[in-house]
């Protein structure tokens, strides 16, 4: 891995001299707390935001949008490439494991793929931490440590800039007269932002404890105690809407025998219906606990790591207050 640094300034140049060639997206405030990607204009550079936390909207719709056309296939490998500056660590990793999924098995997902080939990731460190955010408890950090072309280390003067990547590498070189060779003091500045931030997201947690092997504490029955926790929810789908690693899909078929690929929920009490009627999760409570198994057992056996990264946008657009931590404190504790 290569690291340089780059002032401001330079960094807003950076961007411009891409603009013609790629479709930039960058995140802009949006409301008083949240942040939304946006494409990226000469005209509002100046407004586009580094650090900070995460989007409001999954990165996942990005390269795996809510509705999306599979069949007739289109050729899409002349789309111009994008660039999506912003993503956070916790975005990654859920990248991970939508990569696994629609690429890492027998068949790859052609529409998915080509997606992420035509895309170029900037990432940036978490500067903040909302109220929900909680991934330095469940084996993450509020920085990315892989899965980027390049991250943004925010500093006071200017960004440290990590690049993993050979097409990172051949966007730094094309422009590389911005750069500069990274200063110790800058890497201590970098280093000790982390830091804080990391601690910062401990603090907003202390009150949750979570199993070690959190994987086998959701496995027990515990009847009475996930019926407690499901009884609040309305299966609106909010939750699994707004989570990145969730992928679950309904194939529907349009006029002309178009088909389209509709995100779809296991909460739903259709989703797992078959012909004839019968339905193996007819009951809230099972399908609740599903959603719980999925993320933190079923998808770590599969993939070897948790399907929950503690972005905490499940809680944020629950409309009963269901709290994904308060849920997982409560099944850690001993029987």
Same mark, same amino acid.
């Not at 960094?11 to 707390?33: A, V």
């Not at 935001?49 to 949008?65: C, D, E, I, N, T």
């Not at 990248?95 to 940036?124: K, P």
């Not at 109220?131 to 280390?153: A, M, Q, V, W």
């Given at each position: ?13 950076? +961007? +411009? ?22 494409? *990226? ?53 859920? *990248? ?8 890492? @098995? ?40 892989? @899965? ?53 997201? +401990? ?21 009475? *105690? ?58 809230? *409570? ?50």
């Amino acid at each position: 891995m290569d690291i340089k640094y780059i002032k401001y300034s330079n960094w807003q140049n950076f +961007l +411009l001299h891409q603009i013609g060639e790629y479709n930039i997206f960058s995140l802009f405030k949006d409301g008083e707390l949240d942040y939304n990607y946006s494409v *990226l204009s000469a005209a509002n550079l100046k407004d586009t935001v580094l650090g900070k936390y995460r989007s409001r909207v999954p990165a996942k719709s990005f390269f795996f949008p809510s509705v999306e056309k599979i069949l007739p296939q289109t050729q899409t490998d002349t789309k111009k490439p994008s660039i999506i500056v912003g993503l956070k660590g916790c975005e990654l990793a859920h *990248l991970r494991l939508i990569d696994a999924m629609f690429l890492g @098995g027998e068949f790859s997902d052609s529409n998915y793929g080509r997606a992420r080939n035509n895309s170029i990731i900037i990432s940036t460190d978490c500067t903040s931490a909302k109220s929900t955010c909680f991934c330095s408890i469940i084996e993450g950090k509020p920085y990315p440590t892989y @899965g980027f072309d390049i991250n943004l280390r925010p500093i006071k003067s200017g960004l440290v800039v990590e690049i993993s990547t050979e097409k990172g590498m051949q966007l730094i070189k094309n422009n590389g007269s911005l750069f500069q060779d990274i200063g110790q003091s800058h890497m201590e500045e970098s280093q000790k932002n982390r830091a804080d931030t990391d601690r910062l997201v +401990l603090n907003i947690n202390e009150k949750y404890k979570f199993a070690k092997a959190l994987d086998e504490a959701v496995k027990p029955p515990k009847t009475d *105690l996930w019926k407690d926790i499901a009884k609040e929810c309305v299966e609106c789908g909010g939750c699994r809407f707004v989570c990145s690693t969730c992928y679950c899909f309904l194939l529907g078929e349009q006029k002309n025998f178009e088909k389209q690929r509709i995100w779809d929920t296991c909460q739903f009490k259709g989703y797992s219906r078959v012909a004839g009627g019968g339905n193996p999760r007819p009951a809230k *409570l099972s399908r609740y606990r599903n959603f719980y198994s999925c993320k933190i057992n079923y998808r770590r056996q599969n993939f070897g790591f948790y399907a929950c990264t503690g972005c905490g946008r499940c809680v944020e657009v629950c409309p009963a207050k269901i709290d994904i931590r308060e849920a997982l404190t409560r099944l850690s504790e001993p029987k």
